[in-house]
């Protein structure tokens, strides 16, 4: 690889997005890669999302074109050849296609190789495409990617799976966790905060979406306030203001809150977001679909203990460790598990982060070439399923 050319995401105060470049840019460096940041013109600055749910619509699609608008100039003045990749850090991109039109036309010397990261796409069956009735479409525009990348890199071997069963036909790769920095992320704290010093805090920082279930989140708040006596306040973390695609969350949500049995943090920024995480003693997570979490990593690396289902990519998040996954919908052994992790630190705590801070390198080594034990073309590649990564 000559020259990387990275297509990263628009920031937001509310997502990852606000770290990732950072994340990518410090192994890029420390491995002596020389790469291009292709930027993109943002279409406000108030970083927030409003149409949408995890990026917003009109914000993506307008920085999205305007960074291919400037991969294409650096292609038309030679800056890009066959030597060079192109990494893209989200499959849908508005005007993707635009590469292949021009590369079907030009001699092969300009002709770069082409990476793509998939963070769920209509092979996820709660993914938002879904919400919003757009799989239609969108599989059409995968199937047409398929033709031309590279490479399509999966977070994990149960996406490798969907995206195997849907007739993908692109080399598939899994990076087995998504981009992290973990010193980052540590640093943004000025120390971690032993766990017995810590409130008795569970905390659930995902979405407030269908997809994430925070109806069993507070099914169980409503479950432990019945059974248990203690002093431990259950609370929702927000990097914007609490909106749901389900409104029929809200009302229960807001009785939770004037009955004190739920605390919400809202319109956090990243500092604040972490500062709590310092101070919590378990990140709960019930999520159908988070193909990992960012949220696992920064918990685990901020020393809080980690509590999510034993469902699709959680077990190879959490190498198969039963003493942090519970049954899925089991509000018995979903309690039963938190009532441990209040109160004692799990033994294998900042495991999950150390494996997730290594997920860059291995994009690297597979841009590089250097990454072919993670490639999953085979007929076999169900029987990576089991095996524990770390």
């Known amino acids: 690889m000559r020259k990387l050319f990275y297509m990263g995401l628009e920031p937001y105060k509310a997502r990852y997005t606000l770290q990732l470049q950072d994340w990518n840019e410090a192994v890029f460096k ?30 993506r699609t307008y920085f999205g074109m305007s960074q291919l608008m400037n991969l294409i100039k650096m292609m038309k003045a030679g800056e890009v050849n066959s030597d060079d990749i192109i990494y893209f850090e989200d499959m849908f991109q508005p005007g993707l296609e635009s590469l292949p039109y021009i590369m079907d036309q030009v001699e092969r010397s300009h002709r770069p190789r082409i990476f793509v990261r998939c963070l769920a796409q209509s092979i996820d069956p709660d993914d938002f495409v879904h919400v919003w009735g757009m799989a239609p479409w969108m599989r059409q525009y995968e199937l047409m990617l398929n033709e031309f990348v590279d490479g399509v890199l999966a977070s994990n071997e149960e996406m490798v799976m969907h995206m195997k069963v849907a007739g993908w036909k692109a080399p598939i790769y899994n990076i087995s966790g998504l981009a992290f920095g973990k010193e980052e992320v540590r640093s943004r704290v000025k120390e971690i905060k ?22 069993f989140y507070m099914d169980i708040i409503e479950k432990w306030t019945d059974v248990y006596n203690g002093d431990v306040e259950f609370a929702l973390l927000s990097g914007a203001k609490l909106r749901s695609n389900n409104n029929s969350y809200m009302e229960r949500t807001l009785r939770l809150e004037r009955e004190g049995k739920l605390k919400i943090y809202s319109d956090l920024d990243k500092n604040e977001y972490y500062e709590l995480l310092n101070d919590s003693r378990v990140l709960f997570n019930c999520a159908l679909q988070d193909w990992v979490s960012n949220t696992v990593s920064e918990a685990d690396a901020l020393g809080c203990n980690v509590l999510y289902p034993a ?53 690297c080594d597979i841009l590089e070439g250097k990454g072919e034990q993670w490639l999953r073309m085979s007929t076999d590649y169900r029987n990576h399923t089991r095996e524990s990564k770390y």
């Open 30 to 59: 420390r491995r002596g890669i020389n790469y291009v940041i292709v930027p993109g013109e943002t279409l406000s600055n108030d970083q927030t999302i409003v149409t949408g749910q995890v990026l917003d619509a009109h914000g």
């Open 194 to 215: 032993p766990f017995d010093l810590r409130k008795r805090r569970v905390v659930f920082a995902a979405r407030w979406d269908q997809e994430k279930q925070p109806d």
């Open 311 to 363: 469902y699709r990519s959680f077990p190879e998040t959490f190498a198969n460790d039963p003493g942090r996954m519970y049954i899925p919908w089991s509000h018995t052994d979903a309690l039963n598990k938190l009532q441990e992790l209040i109160f004692t630190p799990h033994p294998k705590m900042g495991k999950i982060s150390d494996w997730t801070d290594g997920t860059i390198d291995r994009i």
